[in-house]
């Protein structure tokens, strides 16, 4: 028995010792101190020892064991490192290599010219408002003293979704909407996309964007209408910047007039930007008119203001000098990456 024990303990230690991976390691735990294994064989055979020799048999097969084990986890100790340090050594970072640079975008350039506006008017108190693109044909014409006849709503330009739904063809009933829930004083501007039954060329989109401004307050005068919008160009286009007042006509405002502003290309001198004027046309405005006033429950007498409206692709398309509107929405990267 004790030569038997004494051949086991060898063979086991020896393979052990020359076991390269933990899978081998335990497949030889597996054959030697397993359920079937070579160690509980002999343990079986305590059947047949003498009574007297038990203890001592016992004792031996015990020893055995326990030499058995002690190898068995300091071999694995040894593996289990050495598998750590293949690892370490395959997952090295070399700090020294060049880094992967990330595609970074930016902002569209219809986006820096609305933040640019919004940052101006914003820094004078206005607040940014929104409202639905899907519009009631009311907010879009008639509160804005558009009436049924009016060529305004031919379909020519305007897409109808049905007789009293329109897709909204200015962001002005975004200013109906804020006169109706009468919270007074109001400075807000409102920037969104509209949509026109246009065919697109370089200057057309069937979808596109404005900001529209409104003032509305005691004692509100065309002098702070003029000087809200020359303030806000000198600080959009340089400080040598001028504006001159056109008189025009729109029916939610009046008096009404279209704003130019001195060509920030050639200071005014005329060049081919401005066609040799020296001046480029920027935006209508006016003071709103009484009847608008007064359907959104306004009292026109006690309350006056004005409105201003602009096209953000215009101002975009004249910032960056883009000769063509399309290319605002093209989407090639070579385009935009310009800007
Ligand atoms: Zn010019």
Known sequence: MKEKLDAIRKEAIQKMEQADTLDKLNEIRVAYLGKKGELTEVLKGMKDVSKEDRPKVGALVNDTRNALESKLESVRAKLTLKVREAKM???VIDVTLPAKK???GHSHPNTVALEEIERIFVGMGYEVVEGPEVEYDYYNFEA????ANHPAKDEQDTFYVNDKIVLRTQTSPVQVRIMEQGKL????IAPGR?????EVDATHSPSFHQIEGLVIDKGVTFADLKGTLAQWAVEMFGPETKVKFRPHHFPFTEPSAEVDVTCFKCGGKGCRMCKGSGWIEILGCGMVHPKV???SGINPDEYSGFAFGLGLERIALLK?????MRLL?????????QF
């Open 89 to 91: 050594k395959a997952e």
């Open 329 to 337: 929405y093209d989407n090639d990267i070579r385009f935009l990456k």
């Open 102 to 104: 990330n595609n970074m």
């Open 185 to 188: 004083p109001i400075r807000v």
């Open 194 to 198: 509209v949509f026109r039954s246009d």
């Open 293 to 295: 006033l007064k359907m």
């Open 320 to 324: 960056y000098e883009i000769d063509d």
């Open 144 to 147: 804005l003293n558009i009436p």
